[in-house]
Nanobody
């Protein structure tokens, strides 16, 4: 049983910073992709950032709307994933979800709300 627990959401003003955390527990293989996704009311869920890990390398990817403002990182020893968000904008307002994918596994956290006011 794999579990993901997010934390760090909240209400901030535009231009401020916020860091989200996600702790993964359970039987998790080394090769996996962890990522952050978000969903605003009335919109489809979109990829924010992903961190893909295998035995040779770690690759990160970002959605176009967050490039240069958000940074994804992880602690391999603790299966913890972070999303550092700087210079946030009202359009970043959404529920943010942590995800982990690996062979035969695809799991989501319960989500954490981020609200950015102008």
């Amino acid at each position: 049983q794999v579990q993901l627990v997010e934390s760090g959401g909240g209400s901030v003003q535009a231009g401020e910073s916020l860091t989200l955390s996600c702790v993964a527990s359970g039987n998790i293989p080394w090769e996996n992709i962890m990522g952050w996704y978000r969903q605003a009311p009335g919109k489809q869920r979109e990829m924010v950032a992903t961190n893909s890990r295998d035995v040779t390398a770690t690759i990160t990817e970002y959605g176009d709307s967050v490039k240069g403002r958000f940074t994804i990182s992880r602690d391999n020893t603790k299966n913890t994933l972070w999303l550092q968000m700087i210079n946030v904008r009202p359009e970043d307002t959404a529920a943010y979800y942590c995800n982990i994918r690996f062979l035969n596994g695809d799991h989501w956290g319960q989500g954490t709300q981020v609200t950015v006011s102008s």
